[in-house]
């Protein structure tokens, strides 16, 4: 199977965009003078998918700044993490912005893919979210926990209830724990795995749930002030499998204008947005 091939330098040097240009001119007779007209190269259309509203907020500004290289940036929202990949795999994207590296390289790992990152863009906090109780040590035994159902923030979420010893974890298990390698639960506690974008609902239900910021954000929530904990607490422990980036196919890895749009991306003005839209959960990554 393939592996996606991480990138070793991901600082993106912004290069002018030339439009191109036609100059005509025609001579009827001596007195006739010569005369030029320039005309516009049509823009070149990318389309980027995206999942969170947050998201869409800061790359619609991106699209923006983008309008001066000649570059329209189509945004293409989807509901949840499985169609991304899926619609750039196959030709319907040319980019996407919604994933960490953990989560990409299981993808092309498990559908003998090449999708590769191009650009860094945030580390997003998993967190852990309770309507019934204050303190994540008030959780009561057999209380249900949600956590997402795929493997990258699955783990992670073990990761995270591990940290915070409501269970204990196989060492040997590394990033990608599943439930089945938890030795210890103490509290008897019932972990449920859901799609990551149905989780701030289990919260009616649940005594807890970890949730990927997106989701929580655009529940309503604000990961620095309604988390009972977040992993990003202690940065120095997120790793890099973690930052989340811009995706293109391998064939792409290479393409200036897309190269643009990364380089659009990451600017002083993005890092305003994502403060603004997250609350100043999300931590840009690209420095």
């Known amino acids: 199977m393939k592996k996606s091939k991480l990138f070793g330098g991901l600082v993106l040097t912004a290069s002018l965009f030339l439009a191109a240009c036609g100059n005509g ?15 516009a190269a049509e823009p070149t259309t990318v389309k980027i998918g995206l999942v969170s509203e947050s998201a869409v907020e800061i790359w619609e500004a991106v699209a923006e700044r983008l309008e001066d290289e000649n ?11 499985n169609q991304p990949n899926i619609a750039l795999d196959n030709g319907e ?11 990409l390289e299981n993808y092309n790992a498990n559908n003998d893919a090449d999708l590769t990152p191009i650009g860094f863009t945030f580390v997003s906090p998993l967190g852990i979210y309770s309507d019934k109780y204050a303190d994540y040590s008030e959780i009561q ?16 979420a073990l990761l995270l209830l591990q940290a915070i010893d409501l269970i204990t974890l196989d060492n040997a ?3 990608t724990p599943t ?13 449920e795995e859901l799609d990551a974008a149905q989780l701030p609902r289990s919260l009616e239900d649940a005594g807890a749930a970890v949730i990927n910021t997106n989701f929580a954000v655009d529940a309503g929530l604000v990961p620095t002030e309604d988390a ?40 002083e003005e993005t890092k305003a947005l994502i403060a603004e839209t997250t609350a100043n959960t999300d931590i840009p990554a690209w420095d």
């Open 25 to 39: 001119g025609t001579t009827a007779d001596s007195s006739a003078s010569e005369s030029s007209s320039t005309v």
């Open 71 to 81: 570059i329209d940036l189509e945004i293409v929202k989807f509901t949840d993490y």
């Open 93 to 103: 994207l040319d980019l996407n912005a919604f994933q960490h590296v953990a989560f």
């Open 141 to 156: 035994d057999g209380d249900t926990i949600a956590i997402p159902n795929d493997v990258t923030n699955g783990g992670r």
């Open 173 to 175: 298990t590394g990033t």
């Open 179 to 191: 439930v089945n390698d938890i030795i210890e639960n103490p509290k008897n506690l019932n972990i």
């Open 228 to 267: 009972l904990y977040l992993d990003t607490d202690n940065i120095q422990e997120v790793l890099d499998i973690y930052k989340n980036v811009v995706a293109a196919r391998a064939e792409d890895v290479d393409n200036e204008v897309y190269k643009k749009v990364v380089a659009a991306y990451q600017t």
